[in-house]
């Protein structure tokens, strides 16, 4: 089966820009998530979707971060503005249920904010 | 909250050794998962090994395996017969057995792997 797909795999930009990420998860997979992940640390969940709704967003940065997941398939998130300590990896994962399911990952997309 | 600490951030085996990654985590609760999560520089995080809280036998994949001690909220990974594409960041994760299935990572372990 195809894997969960995200792009850009990099992106560059000045403070105070805006950047979206794109992720499109495995097929038939119901809940979605995004995790941000620092250089040196682990990933840190930003939001969790299940079909297009927000099951849990209480890490998610709610003044500049925002997420969607239109149709329940497709997933944006998107900085703005951006801020220094937003450089990060960010990945995307999906899984077919909320509980008891094996987490497929995505490649992530690299973000550098100078 | 959970934590999750892996005290090793860098490791290092020779090929075809043993070598064994640290982790310890904090949890009120009683049912959980425990998984090892392998990262090469590709970034995918990969799935290695799971272990379901309420099993006391400790899970093994092929050259995987882990120590689960429960009452010492001690997990550690040992991987046998080390080849170099084991060489990547391992995370140690837990999830509540319990509402939705979200990882709370360690920080990591680079291992590598010595030819």
């Known amino acids: 089966e195809a894997g969960v797909a995200q792009s850009p795999r990099y992106k560059i930009i000045e403070k105070r820009q805006s950047v979206a990420f794109w992720c499109n998860p495995i097929?038939?997979?119901?809940?979605l998530y995004w995790y941000q992940q620092i250089l040196g640390q682990g990933p840190k969940l930003l939001i969790q979707?299940?079909?297009?709704?927000?099951?849990?967003d209480s890490q998610l940065p709610k003044d500049r971060f925002s997420a969607e997941r239109l149709k329940g398939v497709d997933s944006t998130l998107k900085i703005q503005p951006a801020k220094l300590e937003d450089s990060a990896v960010y990945l995307c994962a999906s899984s077919r249920q909320t509980t008891n399911e094996k987490l497929f990952f995505g490649s992530g997309t690299q973000l550098s904010v100078l | 909250a959970q934590t999750v600490t892996q005290s090793q951030p860098e490791m290092s085996v020779q090929e075809a050794e043993t070598v064994t990654l640290s982790c310890t985590y904090d949890t009120s609760e009683s049912d959980y998962y425990l998984f090892w999560y392998k990262q090469p520089p590709s970034r995918q995080m990969i799935l290695v090994i799971r272990?379901?809280?309420?099993?006391?036998q400790n899970a093994t994949e092929n050259r995987f395996s882990v120590n689960f001690q429960k009452a010492a909220k001690s997990f550690s990974l040992k991987i046998s017969d080390s080849q170099l594409g084991d060489a990547a960041m391992y995370f140690c994760a837990f999830t509540s057995g319990a509402g939705s299935y979200q990882l709370t990572f360690g920080k990591g372990t680079k291992l590598s792997v010595i030819p």
């Open positions: 979707f299940q079909n297009n709704g927000v099951v849990d």
């Open positions: 272990q379901e809280a309420y099993k006391q």
């Open positions: 097929s038939g997979h119901a809940t």
